[in-house]
C-alpha cells in the first residue's frame, strides 16, 4: 500500500502542517494551503488529476502516517483533530461516488 508520512515533530503550526502535506503529498505549485485545498487535492487520488504525486488504483489506499502524533496532540490538537475530520470526510465522498475509502490514517 502506498504511504505519506507527516512529521508531527515539525508540525507547529497551520503553515508548517501545509508545507508537510505540500511535501508528503506531491500537491501542485497552486496548493492552496487550506484544508479545502488539502480536501481537493486528496479527493480524487484514482483519477488522473494530476493533484497529487499518488495515484490509486481501484479498492487501494494510501496509508497517512503521522509520525510523532503525541508531538503533534500536545503542540496543534486541533490539526489532528482536522485532519482526522477531513480523512473522513473525504472517505465519504469517495463512498458517495460507490467506491471504497482511498485514506487511512496512523498515528505513530
Same mark, same amino acid.
Not at 508540525?11 to 506531491?26: L, V
Not at 505549485?29 to 486528496?42: H, K, Q, S
Not at 490539526?79 to 473525504?90: H, P, R
Given at each position: 500500500?502506498?504511504?505519506?508520512? !507527516?512529521?508531527?515533530? &515539525?508540525?507547529?503550526?497551520?503553515?508548517?502542517?501545509?508545507?508537510?502535506?505540500?511535501?508528503? =503529498?506531491?500537491?501542485?505549485?497552486?496548493?492552496?494551503?487550506?484544508?479545502?485545498?488539502? &480536501?481537493?487535492?486528496? @479527493? $480524487?487520488?484514482?483519477?488522473?488529476?494530476?493533484?497529487?504525486? =499518488?495515484? !490509486? *488504483?481501484?479498492?487501494?489506499?494510501?496509508?497517512?502516517?503521522? +509520525?510523532? @502524533?503525541? *508531538?503533534?496532540?500536545?503542540?496543534?490538537?486541533?490539526?489532528?483533530?482536522?485532519?482526522?475530520?477531513? &480523512?473522513?470526510?473525504?472517505?465519504?465522498? $469517495?463512498?458517495? $461516488?460507490?467506491? *471504497?475509502?482511498? +485514506? *487511512?490514517?496512523?498515528?505513530?
Amino acid at each position: 500500500m502506498p504511504s505519506a508520512s !507527516l512529521n508531527g515533530e &515539525i508540525i507547529t503550526g497551520w503553515d508548517s502542517f501545509h508545507s508537510e502535506s505540500a511535501k508528503a =503529498f506531491g500537491f501542485p505549485e497552486f496548493y492552496g494551503r487550506n484544508m479545502n485545498a488539502w &480536501i481537493d487535492c486528496l @479527493s $480524487y487520488l484514482r483519477d488522473e488529476d494530476g493533484m497529487s504525486k =499518488f495515484r !490509486l *488504483k481501484e479498492n487501494e489506499m494510501l496509508n497517512i502516517e503521522v +509520525l510523532h @502524533s503525541e *508531538k503533534l496532540r500536545q503542540h496543534a490538537a486541533e490539526i489532528l483533530e482536522e485532519l482526522e475530520f477531513c &480523512i473522513a470526510a473525504i472517505n465519504e465522498r $469517495y463512498d458517495d $461516488y460507490g467506491e *471504497k475509502p482511498a +485514506l *487511512k490514517l496512523i498515528l505513530r
